[in-house]
């Protein structure tokens, strides 16, 4: 089996929404408004509620409140709004995944936690588009889901290869299925038609070294997931900082001073959008800022 195999035949289990579909229909299309794109998401009232509350959230700290999807649509632009639609759809249609495997809200907690220093790394480093950063940590381990759904099996062994040690994982994907989590995710937002800055950062987001194109957001991402790994694991933000490669402060210009008001200001943030994300209900127990 090929990444792009597994993703044609897992399209059934996770087929995106009606809206999602129409969207990325809508903008691939020469002529299209703002007004017509949000007319197709308030369709989904759901969807339009999750979003409103999200561009209101302290992660875009807008000055004035946004109150409508057209106005939303207008503040973040229409390819970054598309890109908020797939991440805050993302977590509602990866279901019947074995509990075994993985801890769903913990799982999304990582994410969203390295979706927002991404955006906030973005921030600081003058990125266009600082959203895109966000949707791609969010998005970034998709394609570990993906293999979960379809091939639980050899997600176990994968698994009980790598003791939960990260740095192990891609080569343990190749030796079990031909092929990494990294590849299935890029497979995955090929399909949903995601931009491809988004697709090389997730294909790419374990070896920002590898890539020639958005070298740069490549490097926030492993940076922000290497941050985010440390707050769920407890670990102090100074020992984190000092375990990163050198290479990647070169990179991003970022230094660990430039990163202090950042890291007390993450965890109220990530609540935050995980109750847009999740729902208060579903949302873990986030543990103390350090």
């Known amino acids: 089996m090929t990444p792009q195999q597994l993703v044609i035949e897992i399209e059934n289990l996770v087929s995106l929404p009606d809206v999602c579909v129409k969207v990325n229909r809508l903008i691939d299309a020469p002529n299209y ?75 999304w907690r990582y994410s969203i936690t390295t979706g927002v220093i991404a955006g906030e790394l973005a921030k600081r480093c003058n990125v266009l588009h600082s959203e895109r950063l966000f949707v791609m940590g969010v998005l970034h381990d998709i394609g570990r889901l993906a293999i979960y759904l379809k091939m639980p099996q050899a997600a176990r062994d994968i698994l009980l290869i790598t003791g939960g040690d990260d740095a192990l994982l891609a080569d343990a994907e190749n030796d079990i299925l031909g092929f990494t989590h990294m590849d299935v995710g890029e497979a995955l937002l090929r399909k949903w038609k995601l931009p491809e800055s988004i697709v090389t950062v997730v294909a790419y987001h374990h070896r920002p070294m590898a890539t020639k194109v958005f070298q740069l957001e490549t490097s926030l991402l492993y940076l922000a997931s290497s941050l985010a790994n440390a707050e769920i694991g407890g670990m102090e933000w100074e020992e984190a900082i000092v375990l990163v490669d050198p290479v990647i402060w070169s990179q991003t210009g970022l230094t660990p001073e430039r990163l202090a008001s950042l890291l007390e200001e993450t965890p109220r943030k990530v609540m935050e959008v995980m109750d847009v994300v999740l729902g208060p209900k579903v949302r873990p127990v986030q543990s103390q800022p350090h």
């Open 33 to 107: 408004s703002a007004a017509t794109l949000g007319e197709i998401i308030s369709q989904d009232t759901d969807l339009s509620a999750r979003l409103l509350r999200l561009v209101n959230s302290a992660f875009f700290n807008f000055e004035a409140p946004v109150e409508t999807i057209s106005r939303a649509v207008t503040v973040v632009g229409t390819n970054e709004l598309r890109n908020l639609v797939m991440a805050t759809t993302a977590a509602r249609i990866f279901t019947g995944i074995p509990g075994d495997l993985v801890d769903m809200a913990e799982y």
